[in-house]
T-cell receptor, first 114, second 112 residues
């Protein structure tokens, strides 16, 4: 089915490990986003991408790396995981063009760093 | 100061009640405005867009006051299924894309 999928749904990793969260969308949407959600902070933008090979930092990019070699994939990598990166991570996508909205979120990845 | 501020609640109301949520935003360049709904441990989903003229979708009414940088959501005849966290969201053009900026959310519990 068409949509936006995130994997894994749950992940436990150790401090210092590298971990990659995957995001895949089947609509060929130009824009993709990574948010993290923590209690008391709401959703905060980590990185976003306007097209393949174009990425920009969001509000909280430190400790994260992204790539966009293909339009449909937007992986998020924690280079050396820290406990403060324990969070729920949501990927979203949006098409280009005149639209009042069009953002769709994946189901989220719940990451615990121990 | 947060870019989008909401009363976190929680709001606990009986079925059938009317409840109102408020939100303020700090960036006068904000372009689009939305209310999202988020159920426990799930992804946010669009509830409705918000327009300056005010708009209604069934039991839900949204208002925007650009001069005061204020957004509201009114829910009439609350149902048990309305229990969720309601997120106020604005978009601002920045860099290569319009970005969603979220409030921290207002938690609503509708009681039988």
């Amino acid at each position: 089915d068409a949509g936006i999928t995130q994997s894994p749904r749950y992940k436990i990793t150790e401090t210092g490990r590298q971990v990659t969260l995957m995001c895949h969308q089947t609509w060929s949407h130009s824009y993709m986003f990574w948010y993290r959600q923590d209690l008391g902070h709401g959703l905060r933008l980590i990185y976003y991408s306007a097209a393949a090979d174009i990425t920009d930092k969001g509000e909280v990019p430190d400790g994260y790396v992204v790539s966009r070699s293909k339009t449909e994939n937007f992986p998020l990598t924690l280079e050396s995981a820290t406990r403060s990166q324990t969070s729920v991570y949501f990927c979203a996508s949006r098409g280009r063009g005149p639209t009042t909205h069009g953002y769709t979120f994946g189901s989220g990845t719940r990451l615990t760093v121990v | 100061r947060k870019e989008v501020e909401q009363d976190p609640g929680p709001f606990n109301v009986p079925e059938g009640a009317t409840v109102a949520f408020n939100c303020t935003y700090s960036n006068s360049a904000s372009q689009s405005f939305f209310w999202y709904r988020q159920d426990c441990r799930k992804e946010p989903k669009l509830l409705m867009s918000v327009y300056s003229s005010g708009n209604e979708d069934g039991r839900f009414t949204a208002q925007l006051n650009r001069a005061s940088q204020y957004i509201s959501l009114l829910i009439r005849d609350s149902k048990l299924s309305d229990s969720a966290t309601y997120l106020c969201v604005v978009t601002v053009a920045s860099g290569s894309a319009r970005q969603l900026t979220f409030g921290s959310g207002t938690q609503l519990t509708v009681l039988p």
